[in-house]
């Protein structure tokens, strides 16, 4: 891609793998590469995968610092989604709800 890390035509790892790599939720990877996507960095093929789009496109200084503060968004907001999850797994709270009157 644009920082040079997968060549053009480089599979990337399956979102499970990505999702371990990076300590982050399946649905957090999932709209990461749909970002990837959209910016024509990678391609998807049908029952194959997705690949590294061939770009001839240098990272400007900004794209660098904007996708480096996407990532960091992108780490807490998993760390914070894994407490909220922890939290619903274990309350005892019961929910709202009619009173027993």
């Known amino acids: 891609m644009r920082g040079g890390a997968l060549a053009p035509g480089t599979p990337l790892p399956s979102t499970a793998q990505l999702a371990e790599r990076y300590d982050a939720s399946l649905s957090v990877v999932k709209m990461a590469v749909g970002i990837l996507r959209n910016e024509g960095l990678v391609i998807g093929q049908q029952g194959k995968g997705v690949f590294v789009q061939d770009t001839d496109q ?14 960091s968004a992108v780490q807490e907001l998993s760390v914070r989604l894994a ?8 309350s005892t709270t019961p929910r709202s709800g009619r009173s027993n009157r």
């Not at 240098?58 to 990532?71: K, N, T």
């Open 58 to 71: 240098p990272a400007s200084g900004d794209v660098a610092d904007e996708v480096a503060e996407l990532r």
């Open 83 to 90: 407490r909220v999850e922890e939290q619903l797994a274990t």
